[in-house]
């Protein structure tokens, strides 16, 4: 059974940085696609970020520059690392997992509807 744990979210001020970390238990995480998602309230979901197995790496033009996403398959464990966080970025992150990653464009997915495990979420609010 595929389990995701986030932690590491917070209260930050505008311009600051926080690190998410996504615990993956139940499955061969290292051969599985990998993603970072939001939800602010009233807004649909969106994607972040995603890292396929063979380090191929996405994301959402809202983020490029600021945010960076890894894996560490020793530890099991998917980390986003968030800089120069504006107010916009207040949301729950949830991480996500599929068995693999598609490709549109040529590029990983992003989409929320290519990933079939989910995690609870962590919050990140941002105040300006």
């Known amino acids: 059974q595929v389990q995701l744990v986030e932690s590491g979210g917070g209260s930050v001020q505008a311009g600051g940085s926080l690190r998410l970390s996504c615990a993956a238990s139940?499955?061969?995480?290292?051969?599985?696609?990998m993603g970072w998602f939001r939800q602010a309230p009233g807004k649909e979901r969106e994607g972040v970020a995603a890292?396929?197995?063979?380090?191929?790496?996405s994301y959402a033009e809202s983020v490029k520059g600021r945010f960076t996403i890894s894996r560490d398959n020793a530890k099991n464990t998917l980390y986003l690392r968030m800089n120069s966080l504006k107010p916009e970025d207040t949301a729950m992150y949830s991480c996500?997992?599929?068995?693999?990653?598609?490709?549109?464009?040529?590029?990983?997915?992003?989409?929320?509807?290519?990933?079939?495990?989910w995690g609870q979420g962590t919050q990140v609010t941002v105040s300006s």
């Open positions: 890292i396929d197995s063979d380090g191929s790496i």
């Open positions: 996500a997992a599929d068995r693999r990653c598609y490709y549109r464009d040529y590029t990983v997915s992003v989409l929320p509807d290519d990933f079939g495990y």
């Open positions: 139940g499955y061969t995480y290292m051969t599985y696609c």
